[in-house]
């Protein structure tokens, strides 16, 4: 006949007796916190036993568990969708799509300071490693023996002045003044572009949505960066 009894919160004893209700073997453990409670949720007295453990209490255990495991991967799991660098990637990848579109009557020049105060610090990290300056170099190569379009010379361009940019330029990355600099670039691409295109119902026409949704996307995290 085998015996577990609980004589502490946080010790558990197991008693082995013969037919003669003699004592044979006694175990003595030390459980730990979580254990004991499930143990004395499952009887009241001091001595129980182990098959007589409540099917409930497992279960409300286990309920608990995983409602820890759920609040925890909610909490990691969770991203912000309008967090700084998220709006970084948005400005950047519409400063590219501005750069290569064709519907739009705004200067252009204007988005190569944009797109180097407003892109990502890994991309900037890039542009002034090693293979960024390898890739100006090869840019540079095909550019003095074949002709490119100036749309695409626009990202060479962009490329050129991040690695050559000095440091206190680059420094205003992040900062109120590079934050207003943007804004400045942002507001007169918009008044440019909406003041060419003749009205609003042409600004969206099908030759120049992408670059009125480039402008408004540019003009609205330059936006957000300030508050």
């Known amino acids: 006949m085998a015996s577990l009894c609980l004589s ?8 082995l007796r013969n037919r003669n209700n003699r004592p044979v073997l006694s175990l003595t453990s030390r459980l730990r916190s979580p254990e004991a409670s499930v143990l004395r949720c499952g009887s009241s007295s001091a001595c129980f036993n182990p098959l007589r453990v409540s099917v409930d ?11 820890r495991g759920r609040r925890g991967s909610s909490v990691v799991c969770y991203a912000a969708p309008l967090s700084p660098r998220n709006l970084q990637w948005i ?4 400063s590219i799509v501005l ?3 064709k519907g739009t009557g705004i200067q252009k020049s204007f988005l190569v300071p944009l797109f180097a105060l407003q892109a990502p ?10 293979y960024g300056i390898w890739a100006a170099f090869m840019a540079l190569l095909v550019r003095l023996f074949f002709f490119i379009p100036g749309e695409l010379e626009l990202p060479f361009v962009a490329l050129l002045l991040v690695i050559v940019a000095p440091y206190q330029v680059m420094n205003l990355r992040g900062k109120q003044e590079g934050v207003i600099i943007a804004l400045a670039i942002a507001g007169f691409l918009a008044f440019q572009h909406f003041s060419r295109a003749g009205s609003l119902q042409k600004a969206f026409d099908q030759g120049s949505i992408l670059a009125t949704l480039g402008i408004i996307c540019v003009t609205v995290v330059s936006f957000l960066f300030l508050m």
Request: aromatic fraction near 6%; charged fraction near 20%; glycine fraction near 2%.
């Open 57 to 67: 209490c497992l279960r409300m255990a286990t309920m608990r568990v995983e409602k």
């Open 8 to 15: 502490s919160p946080s010790v558990l004893s197991l008693r």
């Open 121 to 130: 610090a890994n991309i900037i990290s890039w542009m002034k490693g090693e």
């Open 91 to 94: 400005s950047t990848f519409s």
């Open 99 to 101: 750069m290569l579109s």
